[in-house]
């Protein structure tokens, strides 16, 4: 019998041992909070005294180098597309994609508009959606125990996904910014094919 | 043998202590705010996750530095009387200590330089300044220290404070001792004088380019960078300890002092943290060194 | 080997690469190595010997007198050493400027005529050796034209006002003691009054402080150490001033007895406790000064300045601890400060003569090998351990708290402190941070200025961690000068108050540095990014725009400039426009007209016939 999903398993001393790697990345999700939209108004009690979020080792943090949880808070518009894919790009590996609210599920309530892009999983590959317009505070803990159990199950591999496919999503991201400044990630068809190997394996 | 046992219970030691202060840190301040906190074994879970991740180097320099400014950390809790133990006590003491303690922030600073970022260059520049301002009334407050007890050995001060009491209630050195309350949280980079990583406005400063090990270095030397402060304070002022045991209740006991400090303050700006650091301080480290001075010629 | 035929050889030596110069480049630079190599050779076979050689006794009846001796051994080294070493870097560095038998010529003088200095047994071939000194000096640092043509007259000046005060000394001790010689004087100095002796030693230290640029005498140092060529600036700033130090140890330990000159005088006013001061003030003002410095060669030579604050201390303070201190700060200094000289000079050669650290950057990546040499200077700058201005220092601190100067010791460590900042502002300012994109192409420095560099970064290291060598021949010198030498080993010194030992340090530093470094490598291979892969809020990074470099301590050089303006400097600038205003008045009486001369005559006349038959004074 396998244990209910989303139940908190910090302090099992077995599978700390079993699995330090993965047990480290659910129990400190390192947070980018990219404050998009109005989404950010429901974080800022989320991480202090009404619902403390760093009981479940989830704080913000400043830079993508430190952080592995991305969470994107509100409508994407193309200027900060640029942005959003910039900082995901720069976050070590592995790292969840966590998008917050209707607008970047589909576009939301500016699912007509002609400067926000209605899919971000057409850019960078996305982990878990919170939805809703506003979703609460304690949604964000609910898709907390949901990406502790996709990172047990070994499911969270949005990572992954976008080394496989980094030249489609990088097609996609050129499509609607033009051409980007900075030069593409992943160059090399061997990584390609390691990341491949990895996904399948 | 018995030197290479002492040398890895100690560094391992103050390495456990250091984390496991981090994680009361964190717990002591949720509590004043009125919150549950992360658990106690918050800071190993993050090594441990960091230690999982890829990082990003920016050259050689910015992994040499990191393991630069861990080494100097080490080495320095080898100098510092742990209890009865002192792996290193024979070369050099109280100065050489103070040289040690140099290399740690100057390892992190040349790996932040290297990477690049105004950020971390703001963040160097910032805690430079701040070494200035505190190192004014440290270098007083242990001049006196060494005037007084005629000596440059910390352990030597140390037995002579177990034969004779705290030397902060010493009456010629009281006054150095207040002062050395006034600028420990400088020292130790806790609030109010967090200004060096300041995350909301320069992105943590010299960590802004740090991801995976290098955090996880990091957050080590912050450790060792802790237990330092303390127990260099509970060393000179505190009268040491005549075993471990005794030794880490003081160093807890002068923890929480600070902690309460920290949970509750705000962030000074840079030259605000100066002018105060030179100020009050400085002025009574001047006038301990002064009466030390006085009544031991 | 003689002393004699050493000096010849020396100065036919200079002489004969001046002329070779003229037939073919590359002969001289050949020459003017082997010349310092045959000078540190047989500098070096001289080690341990203690002798005297009369030179040459005819003229004026003044013997002059050539002496060899521990502590004239150890100076005598450093200058061939680190002579040796600017020879070598300027081979490239002095061809794009022109004039390179004059340079090269200038510098053999130079270095020859300081190890003349610090050869000589009496005051008459010291003062000789000085003159040449100042003038080849002062040669050099205008050598650049311009700009330097200002230093070096700022220089000539001081030089020779510092000259001037020591021939008074000189003639005055002659008429005293009947001899120039060192030992003739200091045996017949026994008797003479406090007074005196304070008298000899002021007219002595202001020709020795402003050679070694003690703080009120040390304004023509920054813009002459700036304007120089980089090689030179090196051998100015490494051993140059330290000429200055050698006269002041030769003064009070080897002429007047250390017991005495602790002695002299009142017990709060005397000499001693008027150089401790300025000495205490050299390392304050100059420290702080360098904070503001923009220039990596003004930086470098405020730093000197205040490092020979130091020296000054170490050596004013008079015990044997802090004479072996000052003294081994002296060679710890001459050799980390002439490395740094080479690093900036190097950089300056790649740059096409750029100094302006806010316009520099990044340039580890095309210059490793000058970073890692630029590193380990300033390491030995600010005294980290391994490195080896640690000791020198520790020395001095110690000496100082064991023997009750709280405040002198404050003052030492509190400029450490500052050190540390101008160090790092210069190191991160050309090295690290962005890399202009004007730099791409950028070349390394090249094999002729990376071989000098290595080899005195790997000096520093190894004196750093074997600080038991140079102390050694300290030992020997202090017992020359009849002082009990202190209790070392090769890895440190014991006192009976706390002792230091390199061994346990750098084993520890070591060994720990390794077994992380292991553990580093353990975790997961992180990948290389481009200083263009750089956090900037997500925005891509802004080329060129993207580095804090200027202004880099501003909220603490705000504060704190107020309180710094160049008193000194002021001073003498007041002074000489003091002087030129009394010139120009005298001009107008001096016309240059005979007529107006005679007229002088003639309304001088008068007003002594009028004194004379008004009051009958004769």
């Not at chain 1, 590996?93 to 917050?100: I, L, R």
Request: glycine residues 10%; positive net charge.
């Amino acid at each position: 019998m396998t244990k209910k999903s989303g139940k908190m398993d910090r302090n099992n001393i077995g599978k700390w041992f079993k699995s330090p790697g993965n047990m480290g990345q659910k129990y400190s999700l390192h947070a980018l909070y990219f404050c998009t939209g109005c989404g950010i108004i429901e974080i800022p009690p989320t991480i202090t005294t009404r619902w403390d979020a760093e009981r479940f080792g989830v704080i913000p943090v400043a830079t993508p180098r430190q952080a592995n949880l991305f969470l994107i808070t509100g409508y994407v518009s193309v200027k900060t597309l640029r942005y959003i894919i910039r900082s995901y790009e720069q976050m070590p590996e592995p790292k969840y994609t966590v998008g917050f609210g209707s607008c970047p599920i589909n576009g939301g309530m500016y699912w007509d508009s002609y400067n926000t892009i209605k899919h971000l999983d057409k850019y960078i590959p996305v982990d878990g959606w919170i939805a809703g317009c506003m979703p609460r505070p304690e949604a964000v803990f609910v898709a907390v125990t949901h990406l502790w159990t996709l990172i047990d199950k070994g499911m969270a591999t949005g990572y992954l996904k976008y080394r496989e496919h980094y030249a489609k999503y990088r097609r996609n991201q050129e499509k609607i910014l033009g051409e980007l400044e900075w030069p593409p990630l992943f160059s090399k068809e061997e990584e390609n094919e390691k990341s491949r190997e990895k996904v399948a394996g | 043998m018995v030197l290479v046992l002492q040398i890895l219970f100690v560094s391992i030691l103050a390495c456990l202590v250091g984390l496991f202060l981090i994680g009361l840190s964190r717990k002591v301040t949720a509590r004043i705010h009125w919150r549950y906190g992360p658990p106690l074994s918050q800071p190993f879970i993050d090594i441990v996750k960091w230690f999982s991740q890829t990082a990003v180097s920016h050259g050689k320099l910015f992994d040499a530095g990191m393991i630069f400014s861990l080494t100097g950390s080490v080495v320095v809790v080898l100098f510092l009387p742990f209890g009865g133990i002192c792996p290193l006590s024979g070369s050099g003491g109280l100065l050489v200590i103070l040289y040690l303690m140099l290399i740690a922030p100057l390892g992190i600073a040349l790996s932040a330089g290297e990477s690049a970022n105004p950020h971390a260059s703001i963040g160097v520049s910032r805690k430079m300044q701040l070494a200035f301002g505190y190192e004014l009334s440290l270098l007083m407050i242990l001049l006196s220290l060494m005037t007084y007890y005629r000596t440059v050995s910390i352990v030597d001060i140390v037995e002579t404070q177990i034969q004779a009491g705290w030397s902060l209630v010493q009456l010629p050195l009281v006054v150095s001792g207040l002062a050395y309350l006034l600028i420990m949280p400088a020292i130790m980079g806790i609030r109010p004088f967090e200004m060096i990583q300041a995350p909301q406005e320069i992105s943590s400063g010299p960590m802004a380019e740090y991801g995976g090990k290098f955090l996880a270095f990091a957050t080590l030397q912050h450790a060792f960078n802790i237990y330092i402060g303390l127990s260099l304070f509970v060393n000179l002022f505190m009268g040491g300890g005549s075993n471990a045991g005794y030794f880490l209740i003081k160093l807890l006991l002068a923890f929480m002092v600070f902690q309460v400090v920290h949970a509750v303050w705000p962030r000074f700006r840079i030259e605000q943290a100066v002018r105060y650091l030179w100020r009050w301080p400085a002025l009574l480290a001047f006038i301990g060194l002064i009466i030390v001075w006085v009544t031991t010629s | 080997m003689k002393l004699e035929i050493l000096l010849a050889v020396f100065f036919g030596g200079s002489l004969l690469t001046y002329l070779l110069g003229k037939i073919s480049k590359r002969a001289r630079d050949i020459l003017a190595v082997l010349v310092l190599l045959f000078a540190t050779a047989g500098i070096t076979s001289l080690y341990g010997k203690s002798s005297t050689a009369t030179l040459y006794t005819g003229f004026l009846d003044f013997p002059m007198v050539l002496s060899i001796h521990p502590f004239a051994w150890i100076f005598a080294l450093t200058i061939a050493v680190v002579g040796l070493c600017a020879v070598i870097f300027s081979w490239l560095y002095i061809r794009k400027k022109g004039r390179t038998d004059f340079f090269y010529f200038m510098m053999l003088l130079v270095i020859f005529s300081m190890i003349g200095i610090v050869l000589s047994g009496d005051f008459l071939s010291f003062y000789i050796f000085w003159e040449m000194m100042s003038w080849s000096t002062f040669l050099l640092i205008s050598y650049n034209r311009g700009k330097a043509i200002a230093a070096g007259m700022k220089y000539i000046v001081m030089s020779v006002a510092g000259s001037l005060a020591m021939l008074v000394g000189m003639i005055s001790l002659y008429t005293q003691t009947g001899t120039l010689v060192f030992e003739g004087i200091s045996g017949s100095l026994n008797s003479a009054s406090s007074g005196y002796l304070q008298f000899i030693l002021i007219l002595f230290f202001v020709a020795f402080g402003i050679k070694n640029a003690i703080w009120p005498l040390h304004v023509w140092l920054p813009p002459a150490h700036s304007e120089a060529p980089s090689p030179f600036s090196a051998v100015l700033s490494g051993v140059l001033i330290k000429i200055g130090t050698f006269g002041f140890i030769l003064l009070i330990y080897g002429i007047i007895q250390v017991q005495v000159f602790v002695n002299l005088g009142h017990a709060l006013f005397n000499v001693r406790n008027l150089l401790l001061l300025l000495g205490a003030v050299t390392i304050l003002i100059p420290t702080f000064i360098a904070l503001f410095q923009d220039d990596a060669k003004r930086l470098l030579a405020w730093s000197t300045v205040a490092q020979a604050g130091y020296i000054i201390l170490g050596i004013a303070y008079g015990t044997s601890e802090s004479l072996s201190g000052g003294t081994l700060h002296f060679f710890n200094h001459a050799l980390f400060k002439s490395l740094l000289f080479m690093v900036v000079g190097a950089v300056e050669f790649r740059t096409n003569g750029v100094r302006d650290l806010n316009s520099l950057g990044g340039l580890i990546k095309k210059m490793p090998v000058t970073f890692v040499a630029g590193l380990i200077g300033v390491c030995g700058l600010i005294g980290v351990p391994l490195t080896n201005g640690f000791v020198s220092k520790w020395l001095i601190y110690h000496t100082l708290i064991v023997n009750h100067s709280p405040f002198l010791a404050f003052v030492a460590l509190l400029g450490t402190w500052g050190t540390i900042l101008y160090s790092y502002k210069l190191i991160h300012h050309i090295f690290l941070g962005q890399l202009p994109r004007k730099y791409e192409k950028l070349q390394a420095a090249p094999v002729s200025m990376k071989v000098p560099m290595i080899f005195l970064s790997l000096t520093v290291f190894v004196f750093g961690v074997l600080p038991g060598l140079p102390l050694h021949v300290i030992n020997l010198s202090e017992l020359g000068f009849g002082m009990e030498p202190l209790a070392i080993n090769m890895w440190g010194v014991v006192t009976g108050s706390g002792s230091i030992q390199m061994l346990n340090i750098a084993t520890a530093l070591i060994l720990g540095g390794i077994v992380l470094w292991l553990f580093f490598r353990m975790g997961p291979k992180n990948t290389r990014a481009d200083q263009m892969d750089n956090y900037a809020a997500g925005a891509p990074v802004p080329a060129d725009r993207y580095q804090y470099s200027v202004k880099f301590y501003d909220p603490l050089t705000r504060m704190i400039a107020p309180y710094l303006k160049d008193i000194a400097d002021n001073f003498y600038s007041a002074l000489a426009r003091g002087i030129r205003n009394a010139g120009n008045g005298i001009r107008r009486i001096y016309t240059g007209d005979v007529g107006n001369y005679a007229l002088y005559i003639i309304l001088f006349l008068a007003i002594l016939i009028f004194i004379q038959l008004y009051w009958k004074v004769w």
